[in-house]
């Protein structure tokens, strides 16, 4: 008799989930991420801020939520750049740099890692192939190349939507050019892209593309 009260108070209790075995509990939502801007210095979320409201509605969050869910980003880099300017001056962070930092344009990893797969013929990749899924010109992509990979979340790095007035952008001087920069997150080509600020070379993936 006892036991028989005791399971009818534990079903009281747990009424929610049901009396029934193999009851399962709902699953917790995924614990919200900080905005990549979190990172940023003062000067760089000042930056960002106004970036934001230039691209209002449509501010950094919004972007990296809709491309960069996983919030690994990538990049191309030919082989000679790559051992010139990070091997051979022992950099400690990727991308032009300058009194403020370093800075270079990412994609969604997914998005780099399908281009140079699809571009790969006979154990090569294809520049032209990269430079058509890419939006950019194929001569960026020829001889071997490296991809860097990074996780903003893993290495806490500084991110924003890329402006007119960031290092190596290239700005579009008729209506009509195209491979240059347009603000609002995205190439010319329609890729998603991301400003990475100071992104440490010693956190980043690197695999050699032949």
């Known amino acids: 008799m006892q036991a028989m009260l005791r399971g009818a108070l534990l079903c009281s209790l747990f009424v929610a989930v049901g009396c029934r075995p193999g009851a399962v509990r709902p699953t917790p ?3 919200e991420q900080p905005s990549v801007t ?3 210095d003062d000067t760089q979320k000042a930056i960002s801020q106004a970036a934001d409201t230039r691209a209002s509605p449509y501010g950094i969050d919004q972007h990296v939520e809709k491309n960069f869910k996983d919030r690994k980003v990538s990049w191309l880099m030919p082989e000679a750049l790559y051992q010139k300017f990070v091997v051979q001056t022992g950099a ?3 991308g032009r740099c300058n009194d403020s930092g370093c800075f270079l344009f990412a994609a969604p990893t997914a998005t780099i890692q399908e281009a140079v797969t699809k571009s790969m013929v006979d154990g090569k990749h294809d520049p032209a192939v990269i430079g058509q899924a890419l939006g950019l010109p194929a001569k960026n992509f020829e001889g071997p190349l490296r991809m860097m990979t ?3 979340a893993a290495s806490k790095s500084c991110a924003r939507l890329p402006v007119d007035e960031d290092p190596g952008v290239w ?3 008729t209506p009509e050019d195209t491979d240059c920069f347009k603000f609002g997150g995205y190439t010319s080509g329609g ?5 990475v600020i100071n992104a440490p070379v010693d956190q980043a993936t690197v695999a050699e593309i032949p």
């Open 171 to 173: 700005k579009c001087q």
């Open 150 to 152: 990074l996780d903003l």
């Open 92 to 94: 400690k962070n990727f």
């Open 191 to 195: 890729i998603p892209e991301i400003m």
């Open 38 to 40: 979190a990172a940023c």
């Open 29 to 31: 939502p995924p614990e």
